[in-house]
């Protein structure tokens, strides 16, 4: 790819002749090619994106640090290159660099993505993955399986467990997770598994010297120790490692929402939503004709939702039902065949018009939401904002969900939607609560789009 973009820059800027760098007034370089010079860039581009382990198994297939080490190693070429020009006062022409260096990075990292796609492919059936040997106690091995398993691209995938006092043959509850004897096994057990990879999910039962121990049972290079905490749905910013005294202490910064942020992520809505709000209003209008033509009752469905620090606000839809939908409700609940224990949801709710059938599917009910978000009681992205009742029934940690704003979009709609459990409808919310960026919400919002376009099985 580089050889692509930088020989593909050259011809593109300078031609196909021999033309050379310019030399300072001393004249004491010997003056060289682009052809040369290209080629020379090319090997320290390389050179740079192994120096700072952007292929390493760490980082390949998931995460974005990937992608940052290699805008990383990009600039800091070109930066390089940059100041040695100055310095040995030699002109480069700065076309040529100004196109390499962001065409370059966008094909790496989209390049990148794609063998990422094939990669997430295969381990999807198992390949290319670790084989894991979980240690620890039954709970936590437990519940580090659960969250392995949501992420098979990751390429971790879980064959046996040793736990404290542990007996082979049984198993560890609720998983299919076979225990392979107790933390003095760990040898035979990588053997028996074929693991290549040891992860202590919890000491507490353990003396202090085995997880070192552990370690030094390995063979260096091939087999791997990971620790895994049970800190789950942590950003990777928020978590630091610190070592002190030979500790290596895992810092958790607590989450905080500013005052800059908060402005930044009203700027973003009230730009996008207007912005969308000009380029769909012709779909707007439509949608309000054939509403109007096709069943009796308003254009704009307005229902009371609760947002941001709880406070309730009136959510606009377009109508996609019924007049008398929420009567024939309570009549409905007993026939429930999809959502959760918390979202009512129907895969064919009898209350659903024919044109509410088609904007439901393609998300186009939700388009006048993009009002809710000029006037400040909704965000672009954000938790999905809940019913009253739904709140009432809460556990008391879910309500950190109305910590922002809630959104046309989000973590819970481009993951699953109706075919999510309520605990995973939450864990997702939360996640997004208190890990967000600017980078989180642009890519909800591509993903959104995607699934709007190919809305699958999973749309209502």
């Known amino acids: 790819m580089l050889v692509w973009v930088v020989y593909g820059t050259q011809i593109a800027w300078l031609g196909l002749d021999d033309v050379r760098l310019a030399t300072g007034a001393s004249g004491s370089l010997p003056e060289v090619s682009y052809w040369l010079f290209s080629a020379g860039l090319i ?3 390389m050179w740079s994106l192994g120096l700072v382990d952007s292929r390493t198994d760490r980082v390949i297939g998931t995460g974005n640090s990937e992608y940052v080490r290699v805008a990383r190693a990009s600039f800091n070429v070109f930066g390089f290159t940059a100041i040695a020009a100055f310095l040995l006062q030699v002109e480069i022409a700065r076309g040529y660099l100004i196109l390499s260096l962001p ?7 989209l390049v990148r993505w794609l063998w990422r796609q094939w990669l997430v492919s295969k381990r999807l059936r198992g390949e290319y993955s670790a084989s894991v040997l979980l240690v620890g106690s039954p709970d936590s091995v437990a519940q580090i399986y659960r969250e392995l398993g949501r992420h098979l691209g990751a390429g971790y995938k879980v064959v046996g467990a040793c736990v404290p006092s542990g007996q082979r043959g049984t ?4 998983t299919h997770v ?3 004897g107790s933390v003095e096994d760990i040898p035979s057990a990588m053997t028996d598994t074929g693991a290549d990879t040891v992860a202590v999910t919890s000491i507490g039962d353990m003396p202090p010297h085995k997880v070192k121990e552990i370690s030094w049972s390995l063979e260096a290079g091939r087999q791997h120790l990971v620790l895994a905490p049970s800190i789950t749905d942590i950003a ?3 978590i630091q490692t610190r070592p002190v005294a030979g500790l290596p202490l895992i810092h958790v910064e607590t989450p905080r929402f500013t005052s800059g942020q908060r402005v930044v992520k009203r700027l973003m809505d009230v730009l996008g939503a207007s912005v969308g709000i000009v380029l769909v209003s012709p779909a707007l209008l439509l949608l309000a004709a054939l509403i109007r033509m096709s069943s009796p009752g308003p254009i704009l469905f307005r229902q009371t ?3 941001l620090h709880g406070q309730e606000f009136e959510m606009l839809k377009f109508r996609s039902m019924v007049t008398d939908a929420e009567k024939l409700l309570r009549d409905l609940r007993q026939e429930q065949d999809a959502g959760n224990e918390v979202m009512f949801k129907m895969t064919n709710d009898p209350r659903v018009t024919r044109i509410g059938r088609v904007m439901r599917r393609f998300s186009l009910d939700e388009l006048p939401q993009l009002f809710n978000v000029i006037t400040g009681s909704m965000s672009l992205v954000g938790p999905r904002p809940p019913l009253p009742e ?3 029934r809460y556990a008391d940690h879910v309500h950190r969900r109305f910590l922002v704003k809630p959104g046309i979009t989000g973590l819970w709609q481009v993951s699953g939607r109706s075919s999510l459990s309520w605990e995973d ?3 997702l919310d939360l996640s997004y609560v208190e890990n967000w960026t600017m980078l989180t919400d642009l890519t909800i919002i591509a993903r959104t789009a995607r699934a709007a376009l190919l809305p699958g099985k999973t749309a209502m």
Do not use: C, K, N, S
């Not at 065409?103 to 990292?109: E, R, S, Y």
């Not at 198993?171 to 609720?174: A, N, R, V």
């Open 171 to 174: 198993w560890i509850d609720g």
């Open 43 to 45: 090997l320290v581009w």
């Open 425 to 427: 409808t939450v864990r």
């Open 178 to 180: 076979p225990v392979m």
């Open 390 to 392: 739904e709140v009432a």
């Open 236 to 238: 990777g910013p928020r």
């Open 305 to 307: 939702r609760v947002g």
């Open 103 to 109: 065409i370059g990075i966008v094909m790496l990292v």
